[in-house]
């Protein structure tokens, strides 16, 4: 989880939301990190995760992942969690849970849906505080820098 916290602060200092993940073969060797980059790559799917899987796919020559192990610094989307789905990881390792936009133990909880027909191992919690941290401080410093997010403009 060490390496995805440095991905999510990677992140972080580039101005996007502090989010990292990392992918490890059966073998214990990393195949894939990457921090969000939805801002940088202006794209709203360039999320830590799915660049993980897209780098992870290509590293290994397979659209599956099988045996592979994902861990992130937040509770993956339900964009994500199809993805991990999809691409048959073995197991997911997060950090924070996330209450709002969260799709494993929040919302959907898409591991659990009839129609998911790959369901990892899911492991929430791990490294928990430093994950919450890391979200608290990035939006504390957003609703300082931008009036729209603290709330100061609001449309009539």
């Not at 921090?35 to 659209?63: F, Q, V, W, Y």
């Not at 969260?102 to 919690?125: L, N």
């Amino acid at each position: 989880m060490s390496l995805a916290f440095a991905e999510a602060e990677a992140a972080q200092a580039r101005g996007e939301v502090p989010v990292g993940c990392v992918i490890i073969d059966s073998s214990g060797k990393t195949v894939a990190a990457a921090g969000n980059r939805t801002l940088e790559l202006k794209d709203p799917t360039a999320h830590a995760e799915m660049l993980a899987i897209r780098e992870a796919a290509k590293a290994l020559g397979s659209e599956r992942l099988v045996g592979c192990d994902l861990y992130v610094t937040l509770e993956p989307c339900a964009m994500c969690a199809a993805a991990i789905s999809f691409a048959r990881v073995r197991r997911l390792y997060f950090a924070a849970e996330d209450p709002k936009m969260g799709a494993v133990d929040h919302g959907p909880r898409f591991f659990g849906q009839p129609t998911c027909h790959h369901r990892p191992e899911v492991y929430g919690g791990i490294g928990a505080a430093r994950g919450e941290e890391l979200m608290r401080e990035f939006f504390r410093e957003r609703r300082k820098s931008s009036p729209a997010v603290a709330g100061e403009e609001r449309d009539p």
